[in-house]
């Protein structure tokens, strides 16, 4: 069993900055990186150049397996994640295997966890632009939001807000992917998929 590595970890919350893409399925990073932040009882604030908003603290338990965290908000819009990202990695001086990119993923089902290390980026226009700024090795809490209904376009349904069905349960499942974010970086990438791999 792995255990979490020692020095800080950057978890980046993927999604489209500004209030009229607050609420859409593409910004379901954002939700999760606001849900911990508010755990930590931190606020964002603007990152120097980095165009992303930070929000440093600590995560689990007092003890070994408390780790300190910076959370993240690229605030170029999603197919331009990579830049902040790696900015605010050589800024902080953390390893690619200690970058977490929280995102929606079209090939779960909604509000289904997959947690993974490295891989493709599954069409995905924020994974690939961090992966191609840094590398394919970090860490993701993919969260799924299925496919799009008929022949709706996956850029639409991407962009379209949760439903109102949806929206019944979204509070849970971002709770959820929260706690996921917690377990990997205190007891690491095993118990976490075992944990939330559902």
Known sequence: MTTPAEGPWLVVGLGNPGPEYAMNRHNVGFMVADLLAERIGGKFKRAGKAQAQVVEGRIGP???ANRRVI???PMSYMNLSGGPVNALRD???VSAAQVVA????LDIDYGTLRVKLGGGDNGHNGLKSITKAMGPDYHRVRFGIGRPPGRMQVADF???DFSSGERKELDYFVDRAADAVE???TEGLERAQS???S
Do not use: I, R, S, T
């Not at 929280?102 to 993923?105: P, Q, T």
């Open 91 to 93: 800024f902080y001086k």
């Open 158 to 160: 991407v962009l379209k």
């Open 195 to 197: 944990a939330y791999n």
């Open 102 to 105: 929280v995102h929606d993923e």
């Open 183 to 185: 377990c990997l970086v």
């Open 71 to 73: 959370l993240a908000k």
């Open 62 to 64: 007092p003890g070994p």
